[in-house]
């Protein structure tokens, strides 16, 4: 899949970024905003960590 993976997560890390500012705005429950949240940050480590090379 080359880069197109990583690239993805990223815009889903960045969907979901904006997901969780919306929900807060609107003041939606906590638990909403949260596991949003932590989801985005998931995506985000996931993208990132796919790009780092391999020391194989």
Do not use: C, E, F, H
């Not at 970024?17 to 807060?24: D, N």
């Amino acid at each position: 899949m080359g880069a197109a993976l990583p690239t993805l997560l990223l815009i889903l890390a960045g969907v979901l970024a904006g997901g969780t500012w919306s929900l807060y705005r609107q003041g939606a429950p906590k638990a909403a905003v949260l596991i949003t949240a932590a989801l985005a940050v998931l995506a985000t480590v996931a993208g990132v960590l796919w790009l780092l090379p391999d020391n194989g």
